[in-house]
């Protein structure tokens, strides 16, 4: 079993969608969760964190479920510039770096 | 606005050619990270540093790559000899970490390198 997996997608969605991306995750130890973007042929950038009581950043919500260890993206209200692949990403403690998802392809269309 | 910058942006070459690349992580940062990715795979961590400490480089085949920290403004990814399979985007990362994973890391722009 992978580390952190995503359904790759794509997703094509309207504009004014609500879309949602799950991710799991293998190691029952991770102790940190993020979303990154990354928009075509650009560097991933940080969307936001995942916080065990989830969190909500404008049309973005994130949630964690430590118990079936998965991570959740939701986008209401899309836009054409949401368009981009999301990433999932988890961190352990100690010496473990973070570990990507592949990323799920997200395309909004007018 | 502190980036990370990489050079170069772009970088073809033969197969059996040596290839460098550079980043400058951003100035404070003291955690610098290099990843590859390619569509089949993801993104994949070959190395990483603290404090200009190699922590981890399990993810580098070492016969061929080299990765090093000469001072805190400048890591160093290095192929030699380069190959065809290793034609991919290399991206470096910074952070800033009061522990060993840092709460973000900020990317580079990448190295796009194709190895004919």
């Known amino acids: 079993r992978k580390e952190v997996e995503q359904d790759p997608g794509p997703f094509n969605v309207p504009e004014g969608a609500t879309v949602a991306f799950n991710c799991t995750y293998s190691n029952s130890a991770s102790q940190s969760f993020f979303w990154y973007r990354q928009d075509c042929r650009k560097e991933p950038k940080l969307l936001m964190s995942?916080?065990?009581s989830g969190n909500e950043d404008g049309r973005f919500t994130a949630q964690l479920n430590r118990a079936s260890q998965y991570i959740s993206l939701l986008i209401r209200d899309s836009k054409l510039s949401d368009s981009a692949t999301y990433l999932c990403v988890v961190g352990g403690s100690g010496n473990t770096p973070l570990v990507f998802g592949k990323g799920t392809r997200l395309s909004v269309i007018a | 606005d502190a980036r990370v910058t990489q050079t170069p942006r772009d970088k073809v070459t033969e197969m059996g050619q040596e290839v460098t690349m550079r980043c400058q992580p951003i100035l404070g940062h003291n955690t610098v990270f290099w990843y590859r990715q390619t569509m089949m795979q993801g993104l994949e961590l070959l190395a990483y540093f603290r404090n200009r400490a190699p922590l981890d480089d399990s993810g580098m085949p070492k016969d061929r790559f080299s990765a090093e920290m000469p001072d805190a403004t400048l890591a160093t990814l290095k192929i030699q000899p380069s190959e065809p399979r290793d034609s991919a985007v290399y991206f470096c990362a910074s952070g800033l970490a009061p522990g060993l994973v840092p709460e973000t890391q900020y990317f580079g722009p990448g190295t796009r390198l194709l190895v004919l």
């Open positions: 995942v916080y065990s």
